[in-house]
Each structure stands twice: as C-alpha cells, then as structure tokens.
C-alpha cells in the first residue's frame, strides 16, 4: 500500500522575516495547520477503498513505464561544487540535486528502495536513484517540503546528516522534532514566508495547497510548504507536493522570473481523491506559469508506484500542455534520471 494510501486511510538560528504580503500558515479552530483555499479533500470511501487495493497489487506486481535513467557516477557534480555552474540532476521522483550559486542543495531526498510507513511493505522504487548517496558532491543545506513518506525519507536524511554534519536541513513549522529524534541536530524550521540564509543564497519557505500526516492521529500538525532559492546569479523553484490554487501568483509576483521552476506532474489519478492536493500535468505547468519560470522541470513521477495514471503517460501531457501554454520544449523539460542539466 503507498504512503498516499497509508495516509488516505484514516484521513477525514532564527529565520528572518520575509516581506509582509506573505502570511504565516493559517491554522484551524484545532491548531492544526490549513490552507488558504480551505480543506482539502480525500474523495469518498468508494473512491478510496479501491484504490487502496489497487495499489497493494502494484506493490507486488509494478506496472511498466517507468522514468528511463542514464548512468551517472557524480564526478562532475563533486568536480562542479567548486565552479557552481548552474545545474540540475534528477535523482528520482521529487528528489533534485541543484547546484547554483556557490551553494549545492537537495530536495525531498530519498534514496530508499520501498517508499512507506514500514520497511517491509510498500511500493517499491522502480528505477535506482541516479546517483548513488556515496558519490554526491559536500551538500550544503537540504529541502523537505512536507512529511509524507515519499519526501521525508528519514534513513535517507539520516544518512545525509552522517555524511556531512554540516549540512543544514530546512523543513516547515513542526516537523524538526521528527529529525531531531532520528539524531539530525542540523536542522530549522520555517514558516510560510521566513527566510534563511546559506552561503550567499536564501531560503524561502512558501505556500502550497496540500496537508501533512505520517501517523494515524498526526493530520495537519506538522506544516507543508514549498520552497524558493535565491542567489545573484539563478533563482530556483520547488513546488513540492501541491493542488492548484490561486496563490502561486503571488509567488511569481514577489519572487519570479525564477530561472528553473520544478513542479510536480504524477500522481494525480483517480481525481475525485488527488485533486485538491496533487496537481496533474496541466495544473503543474499552470503552477509553473503562474510562477514565472523561464523554464519547467516535471518531477515526481516515474518513480515509484504511487497512483493509478500510467507510469508513462505524465511527461507526454506535460509538454502537451506546455505547447498549450505556448511554451516551447526547450522550456519544459523531462529530464532521464540521473541526467544532469545547465540552466
């Protein structure tokens, strides 16, 4: 069963702050966090049910049409963490490896072979990472946007935090005490609009429209957001884990033209269910757009078995949707895992 699924079952040093048209994280009459455009919802019993079984099946038995994957053994990347020429490199499903001004960063990491609440059981990663942990370049600081199991992975970020105990670990409000008991010291909490920070760069943690649980009771206490890195020479998007609302328009305004916008284009099937917290293609370069990227990277698919779309079938609506837009394919770009690009 997959982490959406897992989760679905039971669904019913100080930051600076950032300008002031960006608000804090709404909270409900509970405490627990919310979203602007209001609850999100998880599609019915008869939605959900179904789905969870078939996605049980899948974990046992994968379906064909994952991402392709080329090899790469990071000698350039540990070489161009010394020059910084701006690039990305897919490590698999929401993970990005960035290096731009002087700084190298990860998002979402997950090098973990079975994305779940167990070890044992789970949908299982389709396509190996495309670069191995042991071969990355010193990463500087790291970008969790929510703690759903697929993008907080904690033997991954465990893992990170033994590497190199000087990487910084960036997460939205509530969600430090996870890392913090899984013995990473390095870590800061941000709200929606605080910023950080690193090496020459900052940090913005930003709105997005999904919710939180890794737990049976935990819904929405922990915080989601998405994330933007800003230095003198690039300035990068991570949308996350997200559903389509009007706020990403504020994002473009305040913060945009952004030089490579990544957004999230698989797990979006069946609708009733994913659309208020997963945007499909269309709605992921709408998002794109409304951000003001100059370039859009379609991530998180491909990867792991998460949904009931074909595994295949997220980068051909993406550019579709992208030629829709007006965009040209030099401007939306599906990347092979583990290949590395320049922006």
Not at 29 to 41: K, M
Not at 183 to 189: D, H
Not at 200 to 207: A, D, E, I, N, R
Request: proline share 8%.
């Amino acid at each position: 069963m997959t982490a959406i699924a897992v989760s679905l079952l039971f669904a019913s040093a100080l930051p600076a702050r950032a300008e002031p048209d960006v608000s804090s994280a709404p909270r409900d009459e509970d405490g627990r966090f919310a979203n602007v455009a209001g609850p999100v919802g998880h599609g019915t019993v008869g939605t959900r049910f179904p789905f969870f079984m078939r996605r049980a099946r899948a974990s046992f038995s994968p379906r064909p049409g994952q991402a392709p994957r080329v090899a790469n053994d990071g000698a350039f990347l540990r070489e161009n963490a010394k020059h910084s020429t701006p690039t990305v490199t897919w490590i698999g499903h929401a993970t990005l490896l960035v290096q731009m001004d002087h700084v190298t960063f990860l998002t979402d990491p997950n090098w973990s072979d079975i994305t779940s609440p167990v070890s044992f059981a789970g949908p299982p990663r389709l396509v190996p990472p495309g670069v191995a942990l042991e071969d990355l370049p010193p990463i500087d600081f790291v970008l969790v946007s929510h703690n759903h199991y697929d993008h907080l992975d904690l033997p991954t970020l465990r893992a990170l935090a033994e590497r190199n105990t000087d990487t910084r670990f960036f997460v939205p409000l509530a969600n430090g005490e996870l890392l913090r008991d899984a013995g990473i010291a390095n870590v800061q909490e941000l709200d929606w609009g605080d910023t950080a920070g690193v090496e020459g760069v900052v940090v913005h943690c930003l709105p997005a429209q999904h919710w939180s649980r890794r737990g049976v009771f935990d819904e929405r206490k922990a915080l989601w957001s998405s994330w933007a890195v800003t230095g003198e020479e690039r300035r990068f998007y991570f949308a996350g884990d997200t559903g389509y609302y009007d706020g990403f328009k504020a994002i473009g305004a305040r913060l945009g033209p952004f030089d490579l916008a990544a957004v999230p284009i698989g797990a979006y099937e069946p609708r009733e269910m994913m659309r208020d917290a997963h945007v499909n293609p269309e709605e992921a370069v709408a998002v794109g757009v409304d951000v003001a990227g100059k370039r859009l990277l379609g991530m998180h698919f491909g990867t792991f078995d998460l949904a009931d779309e074909p595994l295949d079938e997220p980068p051909v609506r993406m550019r579709a949707a992208g030629r829709a837009q007006g965009l040209s394919d030099e401007n939306v770009w599906i990347l092979d895992i583990g290949e590395t690009r320049a922006f």
